[in-house]
């Protein structure tokens, strides 16, 4: 598993290059970080991570 440090940090700046409205900043969660985005459609992504949680990330070996 690959870690990222600064992720909220890396995250943002990659954000705020894509047509998304930010929801709110990223926030903590119990697994890590979290952030959602809401595109033109009225989708909401969210995208997380588990560097508080390693044991719940998926492996490249989960389909």
Partial sequence: MMRILGFDKLLRR?????????????????????VEY??????????????RAPALARTEEEP
């Fill in 14 to 34: 990659a954000a705020e290059s894509l047509p998304l409205a930010s929801l709110a900043p990223p926030f903590p969660v119990r697994t890590g970080w979290a």
């Fill in 38 to 51: 809401a595109d033109a459609w009225g989708n909401v992504i969210g995208l997380t991570d588990d560097t």
